[in-house]
């Protein structure tokens, strides 16, 4: 069995798909630290000049907590921001238009959501369905698993995986595994709506550009 550990991030990249695609069995780790260095918290987007990060913030006094209990900040209007994140960078691409209205309507739904890892799971779960990606693999929770260690190389043991991948470029905020796996992962390069090409910007800069055509990069994975 091929094993994916991942965090609940809160919108996947090419690069966490790619993994995913690759494996039997992904485990979502909501039970390990939360960690400003992470991105269960924030996306990559494409921008004229690079990229940027869209952030959702959360309260201060969860910033020690595990990713479970991690609460949204709803103290501000940070839902706004984001769309017109959204707005500036995207509004010239071919499919924004067509998906704009859902994804709003998306994010303004977070207003409803005390933690954050349940906004991240709606999310996961809508982005997914408008990529059509189907009969992925079985997600579960790390908190509820009954088997679950935060050793990866134990946690491989215990679920019988000979290989596992880990959440890539993940060393900074979660625990690394001595035995895992590294994914033969070569990034396919895109028309973005800026010239040049941005890796590892999140699934909705692919779904703006590509939308239902988005299959044609999806795979090459």
């Known amino acids: ?8 991030v809160l919108i996947p990249d090419l690069h966490d798909l790619a993994v995913i695609k690759n494996c039997d069995l992904v485990v ?9 260095k992470g991105r269960t918290h924030r996306a990559k987007l494409r921008t004229p000049e690079n990229w940027q990060y869209i952030n959702v913030p959360v309260v201060t006094e969860d910033r020690d907590k595990p990713v479970r209990e991690v609460k949204i900040d709803h103290s501000g209007d940070w839902i ?3 769309l017109n994140a959204f707005e500036y960078n995207y509004r010239n691409s071919v499919y924004y238009d067509f998906y704009e209205p859902e994804i709003r309507a998306d994010f ?5 959501y005390e933690y954050l890892i349940e906004f991240n799971l709606y999310l996961r779960k809508r982005i997914f369905r408008y990529l059509e990606l189907e009969d992925l693999p079985e997600e579960v929770l790390s908190t509820t698993m009954k088997l679950y260690d935060s050793d990866p190389d134990r946690l491989a043991q215990n679920l019988g995986a000979k290989i596992y991948y880990q959440e890539h470029d993940s060393r900074h905020y979660m625990r690394q595994g001595k035995n895992k796996s590294e994914l033969n992962f070569n990034h396919p390069e895109y028309r973005q709506h800026f010239e040049g090409f ?3 910007c999140c699934l909705l800069d692919l779904l703006f550009q590509y939308g239902p055509e988005s299959f044609r990069v999806i795979e090459k994975l």
């Open 108 to 112: 303004e739904k977070a207003s409803e």
């Open 198 to 200: 941005e890796p590892d």
């Open 28 to 36: 979502l780790q909501d039970s390990e630290p939360w960690s400003r």
């Open 80 to 82: 706004k921001p984001v």
């Open 1 to 8: 069995m091929k094993l994916a550990l991942l965090q609940p």
